[in-house]
T-cell receptor, first 117, second 109 residues
Framework: GAVVSQHPSWVICKSGTSVKIECRSL??????MFWYRQFPKQSLMLMAT?????????EQGVEKDKFLINHASLTLSTLTVTSAHPEDSSFYIC?????????????FGDGTRLSIL | GQNIDQPTEMTATEGAIVQINCTYQ??????LFWYQQHAGEAPTFLSY????GLEEKGRFSSFLSRSKGYSYLLLKELQMKDSASYLC??????????FGAGTRLFVKA
């Protein structure tokens, strides 16, 4: 089955640090990847849609300069949280869709738990 | 708006059957996903319904009524490992989806 690998699983760092999270589709090509944020006991909130070779589409209220997304290849998208602060602490999850049809299920990475001290 | 409504929590007994309901606005509907998410883990795909009716997949079944804006996930022969959040997700076209807040299911012995 389609596997999405997300790395790292856990990050603990000081305020002001920039953190990069990688999302890879291991056995399929993902034209489109998604980045979500999830707070405890809440559902996933879409941050941005990442398309290979083009600029990401950010959801309303998500700062583009704060959350940099790069989708350089069909198997890799990265999210960089720049100058992270404690309020950025959250669970970040990526997902990828195999193929180009919108009715395909999203395959999720295992998530990255980010804690900013 | 695009509210997706599902119960916040449910409790059921091991071996029993539980039905998790989901209602959504019928406008802009292209399909409905159900995902399972264990605490601290990423969601995993369970089902996708586009047409009305019931689709069965082992112990899990999913039902859709497009005219009523209604879906449910049916879990049979509950096991302790089924304790998780179940997310109702509406496909609004293309790759656009809207996630419900999820239903936390507790399975007790």
């Amino acid at each position: 089955g389609a596997v999405v690998s997300q790395h790292p699983s856990w990050v603990i760092c000081k305020s002001g640090t920039s953190v990069k999270i990688e999302c890879r589709s291991l056995d399929f090509q993902a034209t489109t990847m998604f980045w979500y944020r999830q707070f405890p006991k809440q559902s996933l909130m879409l941050m941005a849609t990442s398309n290979e070779g083009s600029k990401a589409t950010y959801e309303q209220g998500v700062e583009k300069d704060k959350f940099l997304i790069n989708h350089a290849s069909l198997t890799l998208s990265t999210l960089t949280v720049t100058s992270a602060h404690p309020e950025d602490s959250s669970f970040y999850i990526c997902s990828a869709i195999e193929g180009v049809r919108g009715n395909q299920p999203q395959h999720f990475g295992d998530g990255t738990r980010l804690s900013i001290l | 708006g695009q509210n997706i409504d599902q119960p916040t929590e449910m409790t059921a007994t091991e071996g029993a059957i539980v039905q998790i309901n989901c209602t959504y606005q019928t406008s802009g509907f292209n399909g409905l996903f159900w995902y399972q998410q264990h605490a601290g883990e990423a969601p995993t795909f369970l089902s996708y319904n586009v047409l009305d009716g019931l689709e069965e997949k082992g112990r899990f079944s999913s039902f859709l009524s497009r005219s009523k804006g209604y879906s449910y996930l049916l879990l049979k022969e509950l096991q302790m490992k089924d304790s998780a959040s179940y997310l109702c997700v509406k496909n609004t076209g293309g790759f656009k989806t809207i996630f419900g807040a999820g239903t936390r299911l507790f399975v007790k012995a």
